[in-house]
């Protein structure tokens, strides 16, 4: 037996339990792993509210992306993983089908990967989600360089500090927002060149004194929404906005009520691309260079997870609520 | 003296006015031509409405982006040029500084060029900014290739003709889109491969039986507005919806009445770019290939300017009553 969580209903975090159920034997193209970390993301609140991309095909339904931990089972197929290999997680699988949160996972062997050495396992499951998603728009879609602009919204989320690193590491500029002053000096620690406080700066005017008036060549932004016409008047001539989430509009997956910011669009010659780490972990090529240059730059030690928190598997609603409270700066992470 | 079209205020088209004026002596970068023919813009309309990207800055305004004729005149600076020679012009320049409506104009040399042999002067006028246009975004930007499906809104205009025709001269597949049935011939015979009647068919439904379910690879539309939605649905995953201008957003401009089309975006990896051909002929480099490739596939008749309709100079209030009708297909002229 293992315990593991599952949910019964759609609904807050309250619904999580943590359930006894029988351990399972891998299939042919999977493997189990005694998982010794789990990495939270938003995603998982969307699943569990019946708001995500997708929904469990029925109840009750497991739930979890990220996890590290070490292999105790192989399928028939397997043959780049063997029995004891410490591994973790890539989000490239459908949580309809698997899901990591409890003490053991089944995980099919195109998700799985081993991670760096000089990394601890609640760091080892905070890394692919986040590296991969901000390499992804950043490095295979907009080749930042040296000393291009970057402006990171919603920055103390996990991915927005990868993007703070991953900017950083390709010698561009970072600049990062937050809505309060509360969390200005951690995201200068965490290496942003400029971090403008939205609630009591003006961004576009902000942007220009920081960057000497050329905006910002890329822009990073989960939230979408009315916002983005601000974003746009903050954009250099040539600007690709990537939106990777509709966190300000309205619905969880928006209903419509993003503005396209024509104007600008048409005076700077700007892309506003949609964007999720499907493209990248859907295409084999992709996410091979990906996952190459993430684990080589996180070796030499250019990016480093930044842990927010950490609870015990027995408190996943509080770690739930926690994310949900939006208090954190970086990576939520269950220790089993 | 010259005759050369003029406005004294903002207005319809009965505000531009045949005026006899002082011929003029070109300065230093700029040439003075002896106009035969004039290829007539929708710019030229938003700008005698006062709605374009740039006013007059005073009255009364000369007008015209594009004209075709025989050097005059020469400035101190000009060496590339010699009198008799013909040429036509780019609309690389400010029609706040000048305008080519008129039996002369006087134009920066670096928006001159000599247009191919083989072209008459109704057509050698009505080349540049259709295909200079068309040829930014399909082939600058897009880099459109054999097979991908080029879906074409507003087909009919000028551009949208001069962008069936790069699209077939690249070996990709133009699919273009009319409101009513009435042109559908007509642009088959002009080289779609398709048209979708937007009054009477659904163009996501169509899109996909044409293209047995892939979706448009490449999206060039001058309209925006709230058919920005109908269009993403009929994109393939991946696509890049170039909006090239506002017809179907509010105001000559728009004014924010664009939705971003954002879970389409998200779920495809959408890019929704803005585009004017300033980006192209702001860039020396850009502009040089533009107009090497454009020049050449002129001469090969790959590409081959389609003309609506010819005016005399005195019927120019006519011309521009007729391009505002939406009856014609392709360029209107003006011989002068």
């Given at each position: 037996m293992s315990r593991v969580v599952r949910f019964h ?7 999580l339990k943590l359930e006894e159920v029988p351990e399972q ?7 189990r792993?005694k998982v ?23 109840f009750p339904s497991s739930i ?35 899901g990591?949160y409890g003490e053991t996972a089944i ?205 015990p598997l027995e408190?996943i ?19 089993v």
């Amino acid at each position: 037996m293992s315990r593991v969580v599952r949910f019964h209903k759609f609904g807050d975090a309250s619904v999580l339990k943590l359930e006894e159920v029988p351990e399972q034997a891998p299939k042919s193209d999977e493997l189990r792993i005694k998982v010794d970390a789990i990495g939270l993301n938003r995603a998982e609140v969307l699943f569990r509210e019946g708001k995500y991309l997708e929904r469990p095909p029925s109840f009750p339904s497991s739930i979890g992306y990220e996890a590290s931990g070490t292999v105790t089972a192989i399928g028939s197929n397997v043959k780049d993983f063997k029995i004891g290999d410490k591994v973790s997680t890539i989000p490239a699988f459908s949580m309809s089908k698997y899901g990591v949160y409890g003490e053991t996972a089944i995980v099919p062997v195109s998700a799985v990967t081993t991670y760096p050495k000089n990394l601890s396992a609640e760091e080892g499951t905070s890394i692919w989600m986040q590296y991969l998603t901000a390499y992804g728009a950043l490095i295979e879609y907009a080749k930042i360089k040296k000393g291009d602009f970057v402006l990171i919204t919603a920055a103390s989320s996990s991915v927005g500090l990868a993007a703070i690193q991953l900017t950083r590491a390709a010698g561009a500029i970072p600049i990062a927002t937050t809505r309060t002053a509360k969390k200005k000096q951690v995201l200068l620690d965490a290496g942003a060149e400029a971090v403008i406080v939205t609630d009591d700066e003006n961004l576009p005017e902000r942007m220009r004194a920081i960057t000497s008036g050329h905006g910002a060549d890329v822009i990073f932004d989960p939230v979408a929404g009315p916002y983005l016409d601000t974003l746009a008047e903050a954009a250099a001539q040539g600007a690709t906005i990537f939106v990777y989430g509709s966190l300000g509009s309205s619905g969880s997956l928006g209903s419509g009520q993003t503005p396209f910011p024509l104007i600008a669009a048409l005076k700077k010659g700007l892309k506003v691309q949609g964007y999720t780490l499907f493209e990248i972990n859907s295409d084999p090529d992709k996410l091979k260079r990906a996952k190459k240059y993430v684990f080589e730059a996180i070796e030499k030690g250019q990016l480093k997870p930044i842990i927010a928190k950490v609870f015990p598997l027995e408190k996943i609603v509080d770690a739930h609520r926690y994310m949900e409270s939006n208090q954190q700066l970086g990576k939520i992470v269950v220790k089993v």
